[in-house]
């Protein structure tokens, strides 16, 4: 991996490794929704009650508008109680809502599901604890790389496409909640023996009042970083989310040839699983990459490349017809280039609020969440209303060039402001 060798003798590395693992699995928790969404709308098909695409959007949007929340507190009791001690407490409240389901899945309604949407958010929220608990660690300089490794758990929503259709044609989706509770339980215990908060010489935690987060959200920085984690990181997961559904809905014809018997559909479920993670992993692996590179020429200049495939990207997908494995490319393309984009960003907010990490972690992560909310909403409107997906991506785009014209509009005030003593490349 870029930049791994120059970890060697810096750091915790069992605290960066732990930091990983928690929101490795985590991040497959929270968005375990968007890989069974189709199985859970089938479900309650058979009992009559019939899902719209407006419910199915609300049904994937929930925990990430509960996690977009819910980063913010757990950003706050970072601050407060220390990294460790957050994430253990979000841990147990997640296992909890996971047994919930294994215990009444079976005659789960569709409002109880929304509720247990909530408590998934807890998963999610992980992101304002995992990345300041590693990045605590490490100096200025190693920021892009060490929050690049940390939020590469963003590949556990890889492995909840990869196994999480196949589980639930065997023995139906309530049992991936099984598995993905005995899994967190199985995090929680190694989390609990191997993180660590980092000592007073190696970093002072400040503990947060309200008044810092007024005085964190009257800095115009702080919206810009809003705005473009919003755009970057929300279209990662909103497109994540509703990757399942878009294939089913587009090219299932396409992908029936894939099936192990054509005439199942069960089996396209799986196979739209596993393009769905085959596009996700590309964002989830690279964003390391993206904080390596920023490391190497700056968080803005990257930002420029990324933010510009990406815009490119989705206008071809909004206006050209293409066919399944042009779609497949396009899709994978646009979540590396996305992915990578979050690692620049994060190579940037450690530079510029190394005092207030933690709080930042869950504000800007907050907007990020939001953004999904935001992606999942209009790519479930524009089916509804126009029939497909056209308006949605043009909308997203437009999105994306609004963040390109941000960064152009601060890079000279921050090369000349606080880019100077940062102690790295911006």
């Known amino acids: 991996m870029i930049g791994l060798n120059r970890l060697k003798g810096e750091g915790s590395p069992s605290t960066l490794f732990a930091a990983f693992l928690y929101f490795d699995f985590s991040f497959m928790v929270w968005t375990m929704l968007g890989p069974l969404a189709t199985e859970i709308t089938d479900s309650f098909a058979s009992y009559g009650f019939l899902l719209t695409a407006s419910e199915i959007a609300k049904l994937l949007s929930v925990p990430i508008l509960s996690g977009a929340l819910l980063r913010i507190l757990l950003g706050f009791l970072v601050g407060k109680i220390g990294a460790k001690k957050t994430a253990l407490g979000a841990q147990a409240i997640v296992i909890f809502t996971l047994f919930y389901v294994v215990l009444f899945g079976e005659h789960i309604s569709y409002d109880e599901l929304l509720f247990v949407g909530i408590g998934l958010g807890f998963a999610g929220a992980s992101f304002a604890v995992a990345l300041p608990q590693a990045g605590q660690w490490y100096p200025p300089r190693l920021q892009g790389v ?68 007024i005085r964190l959200l009257k800095d115009k920085d702080t919206w810009w970083f809003n705005l473009f984690y919003a755009v970057s990181f929300g279209a990662f997961v909103g497109f994540a989310m509703y990757m399942k559904v878009y294939l089913m809905a587009m090219y299932f014809d396409e992908m029936e ?22 596009c996700i992993m590309a964002g989830a692996l690279l964003r390391p990459v993206g904080g390596a590179i920023s490391d190497k020429i700056g968080g803005i200049r990257s930002l420029y490349i990324f933010l510009s495939s990406v815009a490119i990207l989705i206008f071809i997908n909004a206006y050209i017809a293409l066919s399944f494995w042009f779609a497949i490319i396009v899709m994978f393309l646009i979540m590396a280039n996305l992915g990578m984009a979050n690692g620049a960003i994060f190579q940037l ?72 003593k940062s102690g790295g490349i911006i």
């Open 146 to 213: 060490v929050l690049g490794i940390a939020a590469i758990g963003n590949m556990g929503v890889v492995l909840g496409f990869l196994f999480a259709p196949k589980i639930a044609e065997i023995w139906g989706w309530q049992a991936v909640f099984l598995v993905a509770a005995v899994l967190s339980l199985f995090v929680f215990i190694l989390y609990a023996l191997m993180a660590k908060d980092a000592p007073e010489e190696v970093y002072t935690p400040r503990p947060k009042r309200i008044s810092d987060y």
């Open 257 to 278: 040839v894939f099936g192990e018997e054509v005439l199942k559909e069960e089996n396209i479920h799986v196979v739209a699983g596993y393009f769905a993670a085959f």
């Open 349 to 420: 907010v450690p530079q510029r609020f190394s005092k207030d990490i933690g709080i930042m972690t869950g504000i800007i992560g907050a907007s990020g969440a939001l953004g999904g909310v935001a992606i999942l909403e209009v790519l479930g409107a524009s089916t509804l209303m126009f029939g497909d997906y056209t308006i949605g991506f043009m909308l997203i785009a437009i999105s994306v060039l609004i963040a390109i014209f941000g960064v152009s509009l601060v890079k000279r005030r921050w090369r000349t402001t606080w880019g100077i």
